[in-house]
């Protein structure tokens, strides 16, 4: 399990190559990057600035990856998650799974990032021409995250 | 002393120097600390009856208002999370 809060810019890629070195145990690998854009709807965006709570929030999503590994059955997962100002076209967030076969890789990427959506503790505010705003979890996200956890019973 | 934190929106309203204050006189339960805050700081206390708020003490999610807060601990207000 390998979970990183990094205020610094980093490289998907990079970070995914280093995750998968080595590991012959594993048929699949998935990953999700999710990045900043430049406009929410007809919105422009400059900049995103994302809260961290230091310890708890890394303690947090270290619990929410942990769960969906054990789950899916990953023997190993990568989470990279950015914090603090971030501009249009950078990663805010890498999560990548390894499994046996293809499908539990997909569903764990999946999940993961439904949960991150509303539970991991961060928080996100758009900064642009218009002025700034909090984001929280839309509606639909909570359905999302409500359906991954239907799944886990 | 205890030490407060104000995370996402609420960081926004919570007025600087409150984040390493004197245990209020008659405040020994986090829904104790929550009233008084809102008493003093009505911004702040508009925000968090706005929405959902949750309390973490020394980083453990507390789940019930009338845990007790003794010297020393921090206590953290988070509104809705937005991650990923």
């Known amino acids: ?153 | 002393m205890i030490h407060l934190v104000f995370l996402g929106k609420f960081g926004d309203v919570a007025p600087a120097g409150l984040g390493e204050i004197a245990l209020p006189t008659g405040v020994h339960t986090l829904g104790d600390l929550q009233h008084w805050l809102a008493q003093r700081e009505p911004l702040l206390g508009q925000a968090m009856a706005a929405t959902r708020t949750r309390l973490i003490v020394n980083q453990c999610v507390a789940h019930d208002l009338s845990q007790p807060i003794a010297d020393g601990d921090e206590i953290a207000f988070l509104p809705p999370m937005s991650g990923g």
Request: proline letters at 5%.
């Open chain 1, 1 to 153: 399990m390998r979970v990183r809060v990094t205020a610094e810019t980093f490289d998907p890629q990079a970070e995914i190559a280093a995750f998968a070195a080595g590991r012959d145990d594993a048929g699949a690998l998935v990953s999700f990057v999710g990045t900043c854009r430049a406009k929410t709807g007809d919105v422009a965006v400059e900049t995103l600035r994302i809260d961290h709570y230091p310890g708890f929030s890394e303690k947090e999503i270290a619990r929410l990856a942990e769960e969906t590994a054990r789950r899916f059955d990953c023997p190993d997962l990568l989470v990279v998650h950015r914090v603090g100002v971030i501009h249009p076209g950078e990663a805010i967030v890498l999560v990548a799974a390894l499994s046996i076969h293809r499908a539990n890789a997909f569903k764990a990427v999946e999940s993961l990032m439904d949960y991150l959506k509303t539970d991991a503790p961060l928080w996100k505010k758009e900064s642009g021409p218009q002025g700034a705003r909090w984001i929280e979890p839309r509606p639909e996200d909570h359905a999302r995250r409500a359906k991954a956890e239907e799944g886990q019973r």
